[in-house]
């Protein structure tokens, strides 16, 4: 059963924007803390952003603060990564990930979300 589903990657000039969309089938999805996680080629997956159940709270990864920006629309099951100012080094495939009653954090691992979409990928590039 797909819980899941990235969409919106591309290929984009450096500089430019994409807006990542995951459409959720997890319920109660206002109850589920929300994450978007990156995989660059030969590196490991890491926590990009995230926003706490009934949004609560927001965070970033330090090397997105201020060019990227979480947010969800509870009514329509929907998490959404807004991407600008993009450079080669975002490139990616990214993830959405979820967890019920996840607690805000600093900082997000892995292992604290237990629903994974099947990623996005995102290249930047000229």
């Known amino acids: 059963q797909v819980q899941l589903v990235e969409s919106g990657g591309g290929l984009v000039q450096p500089g430019g924007s994409l807006r990542l969309s995951c459409a959720a089938s997890v319920r109660p999805f206002e109850t589920y803390t929300m994450g978007w996680f990156r995989q660059a080629p030969g590196k490991a997956r890491e926590w990009v952003a995230a926003i706490t159940w009934k949004a609560r709270n927001t965070g970033y990864t330090d090397s997105v603060k201020g060019r990227f920006t979480i947010s969800r629309d509870d009514a329509k099951s929907m998490l959404y990564l807004q991407m600008n100012s993009l450079q080669p080094e975002d490139t990616a495939v990214y993830y959405c990930?979820?967890?019920?009653?996840?607690?805000?954090?600093?900082?997000?691992?892995?292992?604290?979300?237990?629903?994974w979409g099947q990623g996005t990928q995102v290249t930047v590039s000229s």
């Open positions: 990930a979820g967890h019920r009653y996840l607690s805000n954090r600093n900082r997000y691992k892995e292992g604290d979300f237990g629903t």
